[in-house]
């Protein structure tokens, strides 16, 4: 999933797990960035998984 988000959507994701036992499952983007970023990258991840 990281190398697929990363070559198609230029996306760099981390596993969920690394944030605990609830996180399984999932992947984390970034709590940090700009609400417009964030919103582009949904369109990408979106865009690349349907």
């Known amino acids: ?3 697929k988000m990363l070559e198609q959507a230029n996306v760099v994701i981390t596993p969920g797990a690394g ?3 609830a996180g399984e499952g ?3 983007i970034s ?3 700009s609400r ?3 919103e582009e990258v949904c369109r990408r ?3 690349h998984l349907a």
């Open 45 to 47: 991840v979106k865009k």
């Open 1 to 3: 999933m990281f190398d």
């Open 19 to 21: 944030f605990g036992a």
């Open 36 to 38: 417009e970023n964030v």
């Open 31 to 33: 709590a940090f960035n």
């Open 26 to 28: 999932y992947f984390r």
